[in-house]
Nanobody, 117 residues
């Protein structure tokens, strides 16, 4: 059973930065999604497990950075210049193989990020 546990959410002021962490029970392709109130869940970024290939949603390229530490089986999402519209539940996801699909097999419980103006 794959386990994903997110850390790092909270209340931050607009303009600030935040780093989310996702600890996995193994080594997988990992991604971040988010779901804002009243909206559907959207893809943010993904990172491959073996060579740090990354892929971002167009809306995330400017302020979001995904990275990972394979010694800890942990992925990170750095978000800079936070905006109130970044308020959402952020989910970590994982799967076995790298590829263009947005479908992921394993999900964390989510961590709330609230950005105050």
């Amino acid at each position: 059973q794959v386990q994903l546990t997110e850390f790092g959410g909270g209340l931050v002021q607009a303009g600030g930065s935040l780093r989310l962490s996702c600890a996995a029970s193994g080594r997988y392709v990992m991604a971040w999604f988010r779901q804002a109130p009243g909206k559907s869940r959207e893809f943010v970024a993904a990172i491959n497990w073996n060579n740090d290939d990354t892929y971002y949603a167009n809306s995330a390229k400017a302020r979001f950075t995904i990275s990972r530490d394979n010694t800890k089986n942990t992925a990170y999402l750095q978000v800079d210049s936070l905006k109130p519209e970044d308020t959402a539940v952020y989910y970590c996801a994982a799967r076995e193989n790298w590829g263009p699909s947005y479908r992921y097999d394993y999900w964390g419980q989510g961590t709330q990020v609230t950005v105050s103006s």
